[in-house]
Nanobody, 121 residues
Framework: QVQLVESGGGLVQAGGSLRLSCAAS??????MAWFRQAPGKEREFVAA????????FYADSLKGRFTISRDVAKNTVYLQMNSLKPEDTAIYYC????????????????WGQGTQVTVSS
């Protein structure tokens, strides 16, 4: 059975850093991505990575602060978050799918349960 499990969320001060992990089991994906959703907001694309070669792309507003990477042997994707801001507070979700360079949640077929990231000012 396909399963994605996020970890690494928590409380951090503004300006700090945090690294999220997403361990996938059951299969590999063409692309894996991170989305986030704050209370009362729509689910927002963060970053994606092509599994085979590690090519990445980011939401324009986050590029430069966030970095997505993967460990092929562990079938795990990471999100390194630096210079965190209170507006980054959200539940962060890991997703997998067969599309490439998609920032649409509907193009991802598998989702984790999410991990909470809270940034204090």
């Amino acid at each position: 059975q396909v399963q994605l499990v996020e970890s690494g969320g928590g409380l951090v001060q503004a300006g700090g850093s945090l690294r999220l992990s997403c361990a996938a089991s059951g299969r590999t994906f063409t692309s894996m991505a991170w989305f986030r959703q704050a209370p009362g907001k729509e689910r927002e694309f963060v970053a994606a990575i092509r599994w085979s070669v590690g090519s990445t792309f980011y939401a324009d507003s986050l590029k430069g602060r966030f970095t997505i990477s993967r460990d092929v042997a562990k079938n795990t994707v990471y999100l390194q978050m630096n210079s965190l801001k209170p507006e980054d507070t959200a539940i962060y979700y890991c997703a997998g799918g067969s599309s490439w360079r998609s920032n649409r949640a509907a193009d991802y077929n598998y989702w984790g349960q999410g991990t909470q990231v809270t940034v204090s000012s």
